[in-house]
Structures are given as structure tokens and as C-alpha cells.
């Protein structure tokens, strides 16, 4: 063989050797997460109200993207993602639902998720929420402990207090639990507007009562979201020498 011709062919095979070795050695692109948005305003919502939101998380690099862990600043935002491997090329929903209760104005809260993606191993997103306020009754109760000392069986303790509404809607005095030795002048349901009060007057009947100590309570059930159950708690002494 021509040693020319043959000399050619080595360089051929040569180069044809490192193509493939280059083709064949060479790495696939790593994982690269991507997202729809980086930030979301769930706008104006009532604190009944839950809304929800789609974030994408799509895999931009030519390995496989993992999802180490997904995970919300605050319980408030619950989230969903059904698939934590991402191959190559695919993308995967996030869920997010916003429960607002207990909030009131703006919130906002971060939602972090971590990967094996090098460039990025934590990415996060912002979301935000306007909680607008819903008019609520506020009860005020102006003494809710009463001593009343040492009393005979012949006398009839008062408990006197003011029952005050400071809210911006009706307060509904929906019902008085107590044992029998008890009674009240609410007529129940009682409605107090809003900066009205009732002067409330609870009478023990002390022939239910045996000598000595007491301590009793008296429970008010109201439409107060922030105290539906207030309590009035009695105590004193029935002079056991006038049984």
C-alpha cells in the first residue's frame, strides 16, 4: 500500500476514533428547573374563601430533575405536587391553595423548592393575598370573676355585670348554660348592636346549694367568632351554722 495512501487512512480512523469518543463521552446537560412564575397575587378574597393556583415546573436540562422537597412559610398555603421526578423535555403542576382564615390585609407567604439542580438547588416563590375584613360582633364582658364572700341561706347573691358590644355587627347572646341554681334576666336569643351594651343580672337560688365552699361556673354562647364561649365563674361561702 502506498505509504502516502496509508498514512491518510490512519488520520481518517484517528479522527473518526476521537468523534466518537467525543460523542459517546461526552455528559448530558444537567437538570435546570424552571417555573411558570416566580410570584403570585391570589388578589381579594374574603377569609371564607380559598383560592387556588397552578405553578408549572418544567425541566429545561437533559438529565432527569428531581424534587428534593417542597414546602410553604406557613400552613396557610396548601400544597399539591403529585410528581417529584422530572425527566428531560417534561414538565409538572404544583397546587397551591391559600386558606386566609385568622388573616386579615395583605399576606404574604414563601413557598421554597429544592432540587437537584445544580445552578439552582433552591428556588422560591412569593405569593400574596388580600384578606378584606368581614364585619364581626365583639363581646366585652366588664367582670367575668365574682367573690362573694360569706352569705346566709335566707339572702339571694346578685351577680351584676355589663355585657358590651364593641364590634361592627349584631352580637347574639344565643344561649346561657348553667346548672338549675341559676337563673338570668336575658331574654334569649339577646341581640346587642354594635356600641350598645345590657346590664345582665345572674340570681343563685341557695337552697340548691350545700354549706361551705363553691365555686361554680355560668357559660355564655355567643356569634363572637373570636369568643363563642365566655364564662362568668362564681365562688363564695353558704354559712352552713343557718342551714
Known amino acids: 500500500m502506498n505509504p502516502k495512501r496509508k498514512q491518510i487512512i490512519i488520520i481518517v480512523i484517528a479522527i473518526m476514533f476521537l468523534l466518537i469518543c467525543l460523542v459517546g463521552c461526552s455528559k448530558p446537560e444537567p437538570p435546570s428547573l424552571n417555573l411558570s412564575e416566580y410570584s403570585w397575587y391570589y388578589g381579594e378574597v374574603t377569609p371564607d374563601q380559598k383560592p387556588t393556583h397552578d405553578f408549572t415546573i418544567k425541566n429545561k436540562g437533559g438529565e432527569k430533575l428531581i424534587i428534593a422537597s417542597v414546602y410553604s412559610s406557613c400552613p396557610c398555603v396548601i400544597l399539591d405536587l403529585p410528581e417529584k421526578e422530572i425527566p428531560p423535555g417534561e414538565e409538572v403542576l404544583l397546587k397551591t391553595t391559600f386558606d386566609p382564615t385568622g388573616y386579615e390585609g395583605e399576606v404574604s407567604k414563601i413557598v421554597t423548592i429544592k432540587s437537584n439542580d445544580p445552578e439552582n438547588a433552591e428556588k422560591t416563590i412569593e405569593t400574596t393575598i388580600t384578606v378584606l375584613r368581614v364585619p364581626n360582633p365583639d363581646i366585652e364582658i366588664s367582670q ?100
Open 144 to 243: 367575668q370573676t365574682f367573690g362573694l364572700g360569706t352569705f346566709k341561706l335566707e339572702e339571694t347573691p346578685i351577680i351584676q355585670f355589663t355585657i358590651s358590644n364593641t364590634g361592627d355587627a349584631d352580637l347574639v347572646i344565643e344561649e346561657i348554660v348553667s346548672e338549675k341554681l341559676f337563673s338570668h334576666n336575658l331574654e334569649i336569643p339577646l341581640i346587642i348592636s354594635p356600641d350598645e351594651q345590657f346590664q345582665a343580672e345572674v340570681y343563685i337560688d341557695t337552697n340548691q346549694l350545700k354549706g361551705g365552699e363553691f365555686r361554680k361556673a355560668v357559660r355564655i354562647m355567643t356569634n363572637d367568632p373570636q369568643n363563642m364561649r365566655v364564662f362568668i365563674r362564681i365562688m363564695g361561702i353558704l354559712n352552713s351554722l343557718y342551714l
